[in-house]
């Protein structure tokens, strides 16, 4: 049974987890909460107010599309002029109503697969993961999630991850909000808050809905993690992808992990065909049908 902290108490099952709301009530967690979770998001997150609809957990990610036949336009009386096009310049991608975000300066990026050490000017006491991305495809909208994981690769507990439906891990180390500054999504850990249980962090990019739209991560661009200090002012390292899947929704951008007493971030930069509820039964939050 689930067991998640939210505003009321009660199992984590199936149907709960997908239905946890913009009020963050607390309650049993189940996978079809997971999957809708709510008709609206909290105030603040990039996709407030956004119509949830629950999803089929093993609806198949290479769908065909709807068909998207052009309307031809009729001919103007009189064409407007034609500007020369410009040499080498960059091809606009963006679909009409997708919000752009500008992208900030990564400072000490890593290619994917490296791992390296989180290095600061004093004791690492706490770090903050900022995410970033930018879509094709309006209709992909993009959640944040952290799973803290023991030594055995399993959350500690059915209620040790966060996201906008959970905003705080048990312990309260790990933290979620949304930011309408420079980066879209945080997670903040406080690494002397941390259980000691926690060996693991892993941070997935889940795109909503995907198997009822059929989207997928061939839709996204210029998603980004980076890892600041405890002050938020200095980065630590960075990762930026750029392997974008067609047949995966959830990606797995990075991680922490604890070796040898430090903890290091490793660039992970893989995906599964897996929604929130997907991803909960991955890393061991038992879900009930």
Same mark, same amino acid.
């Given at each position: %049974?689930?067991?998640?902290?939210?505003?009321?108490?009660?199992?984590?099952?199936?149907?709960?987890? +997908?239905?946890?709301?913009?009020?963050?009530?607390?309650?049993?967690? =189940? &996978?079809?909460?997971?999957? +809708?979770?709510?008709?609206?998001?909290?105030?603040?997150?990039?996709?407030?107010?956004? @119509?949830?609809?629950? =999803?089929?957990?093993?609806?198949? *990610?290479?769908?065909?599309?709807?068909?998207?036949?052009? *309307?031809?336009?009729?001919?103007?009386?009189? @064409?407007?002029?034609?500007?020369?096009?410009?040499?080498?310049?960059?091809?606009?991608?963006?679909?009409?109503?997708?919000? %752009?975000?500008?992208? @900030?300066?990564?400072?000490?990026?890593?290619?994917?697969?490296?791992?390296?050490?989180?290095?600061?000017?004093?004791?690492?006491?706490?770090?903050?993961?900022? !995410?970033?991305?930018?879509?094709?495809?309006?209709?992909?909208?993009?959640?944040?999630?952290?799973?803290?994981?023991?030594?055995?690769?399993?959350?500690?507990?059915?209620?040790?991850?966060?996201?906008?439906?959970?905003?705080?891990?048990?312990?309260?180390?790990?933290? !979620?909000?949304?930011? $309408?500054?420079?980066?879209?999504?945080?997670?903040?850990?406080?690494?002397?808050?941390?259980?000691?249980?926690?060996?693991?962090?892993? !941070?997935?990019?889940?795109?909503?809905?995907?198997?009822?739209?059929?989207?997928?991560?061939? %839709?996204?661009?210029? &998603?980004?993690?980076?890892?600041?200090? &405890?002050?938020?002012?200095?980065?630590?390292? +960075?990762?930026? %992808?750029?392997?974008?899947?067609?047949?995966?929704? +959830?990606?797995?951008?990075?991680?922490?992990?604890?070796?040898? $007493?430090?903890?290091? !971030?490793?660039?992970?930069?893989? $995906?599964?065909?897996?929604?929130?509820?997907?991803?909960? &039964?991955?890393? $061991?939050?038992?879900?009930?049908?």
């Amino acid at each position: %049974m689930i067991n998640i902290t939210m505003n009321t108490k009660g199992a984590v099952d199936h149907q709960t987890i +997908s239905g946890i709301n913009s009020a963050y009530t607390h309650g049993a967690v =189940s &996978a079809q909460n997971i999957q +809708s979770l709510n008709t609206r998001r909290p105030s603040g997150h990039p996709g407030a107010g956004m @119509p949830r609809t629950n =999803s089929p957990v093993c609806a198949p *990610v290479s769908a065909p599309f709807p068909d998207r036949t052009p *309307v031809q336009a009729q001919p103007a009386a009189n @064409p407007p002029r034609q500007t020369p096009p410009v040499p080498n310049a960059p091809v606009q991608t963006q679909t009409p109503g997708t919000v %752009m975000q500008n992208l @900030p300066s990564l400072l000490h990026p890593v290619q994917k697969g490296q791992k390296t050490a989180l290095s600061a000017s004093g004791p690492l006491t706490a770090v903050h993961a900022r !995410f970033g991305w930018n879509t094709t495809d309006p209709r992909c909208d993009v959640d944040v999630s952290a799973f803290l994981l023991g030594g055995d690769g399993k959350v500690l507990g059915d209620s040790w991850f966060v996201f906008y439906g959970q905003t705080q891990s048990p312990d309260g180390s790990a933290v !979620f909000r949304t930011d $309408g500054g420079t980066d879209r999504e945080v997670i903040s850990i406080d690494i002397g808050k941390l259980d000691p249980g926690v060996k693991k962090i892993v !941070f997935v990019l889940t795109i909503n809905d995907a198997f009822t739209h059929n989207l997928n991560f061939s %839709m996204m661009k210029d &998603a980004y993690i980076r890892i600041m200090d &405890a002050d938020g002012r200095t980065e630590l390292t +960075s990762f930026q %992808m750029t392997e974008y899947y067609s047949n995966v929704i +959830s990606m797995m951008i990075g991680e922490l992990y604890l070796h040898n $007493g430090a903890w290091k !971030f490793n660039a992970v930069g893989n $995906g599964v065909a897996r929604d929130l509820a997907g991803l909960c &039964a991955l890393y $061991g939050v038992e879900v009930t049908n």
